[in-house]
């Protein structure tokens, strides 16, 4: 346990310098960029290590991986993220421990989630995910509604009791016009940023970028980064 401690630690310094030269270099603060490890495929002690080093925010993508880790880390002082596609008969387990959910694409899933949320009498942070691979109102191909749907999404979300809208979250795409593009990907998700704030100013959330294009992310302003094999390492194959 305390070789992978000081595998962790190591890494997790070389991620934290990577975030403060990307600040410097846009002339940023550091405080102004969160980071969220991703924990997914990882065990409750790799998290547990990684709270005893000073981590505050995970993130989860599977319901029936996050849960049971939550529940055994529900002593420690973390915020939790859920980064997924997020099916509706998933979302009574997911708010029960997720403190945000970021994958907010539809309408069917808002009404769930407040449901949910005014059941267990919790407040839940949403980020709408947005495929900037969908054209302007379709669907990407790993979640995420088209930026013509964002408008739409952030009124249902801020109307809906026990939810509060936190702003947006994107994934650089694989296909489309920003393909390979990640840079101009994360500035078109500043532009709808700005756009949506207009209208709901509370929601500063940008959670982009993740451990091959963080540096671009924090250039384009994003306030949340998601890392996870960085951190913690190239995933075990999954059999």
């Known amino acids: 346990m305390t070789d992978r401690k000081d595998e962790l630690a190591a890494n997790l310094a070389k991620v934290e310098r990577r975030i403060a030269d990307a600040c410097a270099a846009a002339g940023r603060s550091r405080d102004e960029v969160t980071l969220i490890v991703v924990t997914k495929t990882y065990p409750a002690s790799d998290v547990r290590i990684l709270a005893e080093l000073g981590v505050r925010h995970v993130a989860e ?6 849960a049971p880790k939550a529940e055994a880390c529900s002593d420690l002082p973390l915020t939790w993220h859920f980064v997924g596609q997020l099916q509706t008969n998933k979302v009574r387990s997911v708010v029960g421990y997720a403190d945000f959910v970021q994958s907010v694409d539809r309408s069917k899933l808002v009404a769930a989630l407040s449901k949910e949320a005014v059941r267990s009498g919790r407040e839940l ?15 990407g191909e790993r979640g995420g509604t088209g930026p013509g749907g ?9 109307g809906a009791p026990g939810l509060r809208l936190d702003g947006l979250m994107t994934v650089a795409p694989l296909t489309g016009e920003y393909a390979g593009r990640e840079q101009a990907a994360f500035e078109r998700l500043m532009d709808l940023s700005t756009d949506l704030r207009r209208s709901h100013p509370a929601a500063t959330m940008v959670s ?7 540096e671009q992310a924090v250039s384009a302003g994003a306030t949340h980064v998601r890392v996870g094999s960085a951190v913690l390492g190239v995933r075990p194959r999954l059999g």
């Open 125 to 139: 942070g949403c980020l709408i995910q947005v495929a900037l691979d969908a054209g302007e109102s379709g669907r």
């Open 61 to 66: 993508n599977r319901d029936q991986d996050a």
């Open 150 to 158: 964002i408008g739409e999404l952030a009124g249902l979300v801020a």
């Open 208 to 214: 982009a970028g993740m451990s091959t294009d963080l």
